[in-house]
């Protein structure tokens, strides 16, 4: 059954922004994701723009969530119209890497293709601009890392949120980003009286091994939050006050359990740069270049062991190391890489299906497999896609 929640968006010349005003007592919500094909950038095909809430009731939530393009993505009902039910449904890229949620309306200038068409505001009956004194609207601009932005105007708007099974999704049926990250303007800050702030995700590895799986995933916020088991490893979140993102203090990695010949000092903060960070529109994992270097040459001595291996440097992926089987073999007999962050037991141990993409290929007459590591060096900093670790 859904849930009905008036917010306050921004309409943009490309995009809808809302932001959130909230009643009522603490307490939980939950998303079921949904997953996103592979994307080094944030928008591959797709531009940018940015949404949030108001008004949220105390009652547990648990939208949709579903996977595209290897993306997660959360499911909104939004505005009022006369049809049954009430409301457009769209989906929302979730992006803990960025603090602004947001949409394309209709009109929108230099969009990027979507399923369903942009919001139809003016047909919504709940939509209202918002407008400042003097009669000016209120008006917003975002850049994100890869040089992509939004820009665009306030409005308010209603939300619906639904509960259903997870789905993998063939076309593009993003529309906006869900902003997660640091600032008053993020959603996790704007449901803070419903969540005391809090928010908790479990994610299936996303790659082409799973793509065609059925994905089970979620996103939970305040007391619907699973209470903490013992044996759980911690480490803290760490805050850079000029960006949104996630941080965290990465120490080293390991390979089979081996640890790797790399200063901590290589993944510390330095001012505004360095770090490592955590941000789900990633397509694929960054490792600062010193560090990923390290690891790429153990992974070449580690593989020079089987004769059955050549190097593939004609890859479609874009990865930086590949390699070609002469018999298919899936996952099986890839190394383990562990990620170490500074805290009581916080070492992630990323299994192959984690940290390495398989890919079948038709040669001729026969099929080849080749799989290549599913990180790619950074330039500064190292950030990790929320769907590395698959559980957090």
């Known amino acids: 059954m859904g849930k009905t929640f008036p917010l306050v968006p921004f309409y943009a010349a490309s995009t809808l922004v809302l932001v959130l005003g909230v009643a009522g007592k603490p307490n939980g919500l939950t998303f079921t994701l949904y997953p996103n094909p592979p994307r080094l950038t944030r928008f591959t095909s797709l531009l940018g723009s940015s949404v949030s809430l108001s008004n949220v009731y105390p009652e547990i939530v648990r939208p949709r969530i579903r996977v595209q393009s290897f993306n997660y993505m959360v499911k909104f009902g939004i505005g009022t119209f006369k049809s049954r039910p009430p409301y457009k449904e769209y989906y929302l890229d979730m992006d803990t890497g960025s603090k602004l949620t947001w949409m394309q309306c209709e009109g929108c200038t230099n969009c990027f293709r979507q399923v369903p068409k942009p919001f ?77 702030g809090k928010f ?41 006050k000029k960006k949104a993102q996630y941080y965290l203090e990465l120490e080293g990695l390991s390979l089979n359990g081996q640890r790797l010949d790399i200063s901590p000092e290589v993944f510390a903060m330095r001012g505004n740069s360095g770090g490592c960070t955590i941000d789900s529109g990633l397509g694929y994992s960054r490792i600062v270049k010193p560090a990923y270097d390290v690891l790429l ?49 916080a070492d992630l141990v990323l299994s192959p299906e984690g940290s390495f993409e398989v890919v079948e290929k038709q040669n001729f007459s026969r099929k080849r497999e080749y799989f290549c590591l599913a990180m790619v060096p950074g330039d500064e900093k190292s950030s990790l896609n929320w769907s590395t670790p698959t559980t957090t």
């Open 120 to 196: 139809p505001k003016n047909s919504s009956k709940s939509f209202r601009p918002v407008i400042f004194s003097g009669g000016r609207r209120g008006y917003y601009i975002v850049t994100y890392a890869d040089n992509t932005y939004s820009k665009g105007f306030l409005a308010r708007e209603t939300f619906y949120f639904n509960s259903n099974n997870n789905k993998i999704e063939k076309n593009n049926k993003i529309a906006g980003i869900m902003g997660l990250g640091w600032g008053s303007d993020s959603f996790v800050n704007q449901i803070a009286p419903q969540s005391d």
């Open 200 to 240: 908790s995700y479990c994610l299936a590895a996303l790659n082409y091994q799973t793509a065609s799986r059925r994905i089970k995933s979620y996103l939970r916020f305040g007391t619907d939050i699973p209470k903490r088991v013992s044996s759980l490893g911690i480490t803290a979140l760490l805050r850079n």
């Open 297 to 345: 040459n153990e992974l070449e001595k580690h593989f020079s062991r089987y004769k059955n291996l050549s190097r593939y440097l004609m890859n479609p992926l874009g990865l930086g190391l590949c390699y070609e089987r002469e018999k298919p073999d899936g996952l099986k007999n890839l190394p383990n890489i562990t990620i170490h962050f500074k805290g009581n037991k």
